[in-house]
């Protein structure tokens, strides 16, 4: 195997394999990248057996050949090369060591036999449909953030995506929950994905895919195959798949609050600071801030014994009795973070009961959040 390939073209693709494979595992495969050198062009594939992904990247080939070398070994040696460099891979047959060189740079790395590295099974997909970069990127970027991290319900490790109906027909919607915050976002429903199977995507898969759709245009047809097992995302060039959790998601529409008739609205931007401002004063992450609402005025504060306490005042829009009510301040900076439009619209009930919040008056978009004791 002997090929050329541009630095810039072979950062990104090692990058990319790199972050898929395993750094911590029993079978030192799984730390490689799969490099297949082909007439015209040159694949990397990288997986951990739960996710893979594979990228065809254009190279001047001039002997087809095939092996795996260490991912990160291979993505730091490409970042470290001077820009614009021409990097040339040669695996010596004799050796079986593949050597890269750019320059007067040479490096001489240890393989592993191809025939060794475990390729994902491929799978009939019940669903198969294209919907824009920009749509997949909201729906999956807007909730991540409340996806849970506690391996105990494993089910609400990832972003349950699935087919919804709303007041205007039906959606390709999101949903992501730990039990203390929720994130539903609503998008378009793509032509042939009306039957598609509610399937969690694994949070690491939607990391992987974000970055994919970071890297080609808002209106970049992204195609989307989904199955009961198994979902794969493509570009022309790069196809990420990856296995979904095996679990029920649990039924959110009873978690979003239908009655809570207090109106709040305020500057999302200003709101986000104000709330990042007044938690400096804790060293506990997971410190409340309490919101004292009364007519167009919002007072948050933060009382921490150990360190001290933090005050501000916000002109809000406010009409109805007062309020107060406690929440972790991270949860509603992250919530805050996330609205696109210049204001966030809060309904709340009474201080003992969950708050919904939206974006201005787009309905698409509805985050959820639990109070704290204050």
Known sequence: MKFSIERAVLVK?????????????????????????????????????????????PAQVERPGATTVSAVMLNEIARKLPDGALVQLTLEGATERLTVQAGRSTFSLATLPREDFPVMASSEYATNFSAPAGVLKRLFDKSQFAVSNEETRYYLNGVYMHVARGEDG????????????????????????????????????????????????????????????????????VTLTSKVIDGTFPDYARVIPQANARRLEVDAADFAR?????????????????????????????????TGAAEEELAVAYGDGPL???????????????????????????????????????????????????
């Not at 938690?279 to 004292?292: C, I």
């Open 13 to 57: 693709a090692v990058a990319q394999a790199q972050s898929v494979v395993e750094r911590r595992n029993t079978i030192p495969i799984l730390g490689n990248v799969l490099i297949e050198a082909g007439p015209d062009d040159v694949v990397f594939r990288a997986t951990d057996l739960d996710t893979e992904i594979v990228d065809r990247a």
């Open 170 to 237: 039906q959606h390709l919607r999101c949903v992501a929950t730990d039990g203390h915050r929720l994130a539903r976002i609503d998008g378009p429903l793509p032509e042939g994905a009306e039957d598609m199977p509610g399937v969690i995507v694994p949070r690491k898969t939607v990391a992987e895919l974000l970055k994919l759709l970071g890297q080609v245009a808002e209106d970049e047809p992204i195609a989307v195959s989904v199955s009961e097992t198994k979902c794969r995302f493509a570009t022309p060039q």
């Open 324 to 374: 107060e009510i406690g929440f972790n301040a991270k949860y509603l900076k992250e919530i805050a973070d996330q609205v696109d439009h210049e204001n966030a619209v809060f309904l709340f009930n009474g201080s003992g009961d969950a708050a919904l919040i939206r974006e201005g008056g787009d309905t698409s978009a509805v985050y959820v959040v639990m109070p704290m004791r204050v």
């Open 274 to 306: 104000a709330v990042d401002r007044v938690a400096t004063v804790s060293s506990e992450r997971s410190r409340a801030v309490k919101l004292a609402l009364d007519e167009d005025r919002l007072i948050l504060s933060v009382h921490a014994p150990d």
